[in-house]
């Protein structure tokens, strides 16, 4: 079946700019994670859905930074005012449950602010 | 505070023969540990999985190593090939936790040809 996927798969936007990234679960998933990749450095976690559940959003390092997912399904990851520092890869993640299953990655959304 | 850490950050390893990839975790709660290959340009993609109340755990050329003990965490491939070439990761979850990984910084293997 169809894994994750993201779009777009590459951004390049201006400083000050907002950015929407869109993440599809793999069908049936009901848990989904956004991560943060810098380059040469391993994942950070941002924020996790599932289900009708309140959304953890420990991991969103400023206000900048805000996430939704309608219908349980897509989710959409915004980024207001980009700063440099946001430039990274932003993976999507998806499970069929929360804690201790298995988490399916997406190919990531490459953004590059200049 | 809570931190996945691998040993190494560049393994480089002859093809054909075997590699061993070491991770150390920080939290004796965590029980469960995932390792994932992240090749140039993609997302990570899982190897194998294995949870606390096991100490090993075989795949097709992977084997994971669990020693509770000494929080150690590895991944063994057998017979290394071209295509394994990549980064390693290796990622904890915490009982009761909402399920996010908290990940080492990865461990580059090299094959030589």
């Known amino acids: 079946g169809a894994g994750v996927s993201q779009s777009p798969s590459n951004k390049v936007t201006e400083k000050g700019k907002d950015v929407e990234l869109r993440c599809d679960p793999i069908?049936?998933?009901?848990?989904l994670y956004w991560y943060r990749q810098s380059l040469g450095q391993g994942l950070e976690f941002l924020i996790y859905f599932q289900g009708n559940s309140a959304p953890d959003k420990s991991g969103l390092p400023s206000d900048r930074f805000s996430a939704e997912r309608t219908g349980g399904s897509v989710s959409t990851l915004t980024i207001q005012r980009t700063q440099q520092e946001d430039s990274a890869v932003y993976l999507c993640a998806s499970s069929f449950d929360r804690g201790g299953e298995t988490q399916y990655f997406g190919p990531g959304t490459r953004l590059l602010v200049l | 505070g809570e931190s996945v850490g691998l040993h190494l950050p560049t393994l480089s390893v002859q093809e054909g023969d075997n590699s061993i990839i070491n991770c150390a975790y920080s939290?004796?709660?965590?029980?469960?540990f995932i390792w994932y290959k992240q090749e140039s340009g993609k997302g990570p993609q899982f190897i194998i999985d294995?949870?606390?109340?096991?100490d090993k755990r075989q795949g097709q050329r992977v084997t994971v190593l669990l020693n509770k003990t000494v929080k150690h965490l590895s991944l063994q491939i057998a017979a290394t090939q071209p295509g394994d070439s990549a980064v390693y990761f290796c990622a904890e979850s915490l009982p009761g936790n909402t399920g996010k990984l908290i990940f080492g910084q990865g461990t580059t293997l090299q094959v030589k040809p």
């Open positions: 294995i949870r606390s109340n096991m």
């Open positions: 939290n004796s709660a965590s029980d469960y």
């Open positions: 069908s049936g998933h009901t848990a």
